[in-house]
């Protein structure tokens, strides 16, 4: 299985970034799918999720009405577009899949590959 996502940069507070998660290896659409990211010093957390079935999907709360988690199965690749970015929006950005019925719950992810780097300067 592979998981590479890309699309990262550098963007000045109150821009827009847009990444991009392509899978291999796997049947993209038997997997919910999810971002994860990281800033230097904190944790991992789950930003965003895709169910494999649609319907709404998930945003923690910080980037509620900024981004915006789609999917297209046909092309195995998942996107997140980041708008109204804030400094503390700065991390590694990393693609996940899981295939557990809890897929709001980040403990069931797998998480892939080395991310991408998103920089916001304020």
């Known amino acids: 299985v592979q998981l590479q996502a890309s699309g990262g940069g550098l963007v000045q507070a109150g821009g827009s970034l847009g990444l991009s998660c392509t899978a291999s290896g796997l049947t993209f659409r038997s997997y919910h799918m999810a971002w994860f990211r990281q800033a230097p010093g904190q944790e991992r957390e789950l930003v965003a999720a895709s169910r494999r079935s649609g319907g709404e999907p998930y945003y923690t709360d910080s980037v509620k009405g900024r981004f915006t988690v789609s999917r297209d199965n046909a092309k195995n690749t998942m996107y997140l577009q980041m708008s109204g970015l804030k400094f503390e929006d700065t991390a590694v950005y990393y693609c996940?899949?899981?295939?557990?019925?809890?897929?709001?719950?980040?403990?069931?992810?797998?998480?892939w590959g080395q991310g991408t780097q998103v920089t916001v300067s304020s």
């Open positions: 996940a899949n899981s295939q557990n019925v809890q897929w709001r719950v980040a403990e069931w992810y797998n998480i």
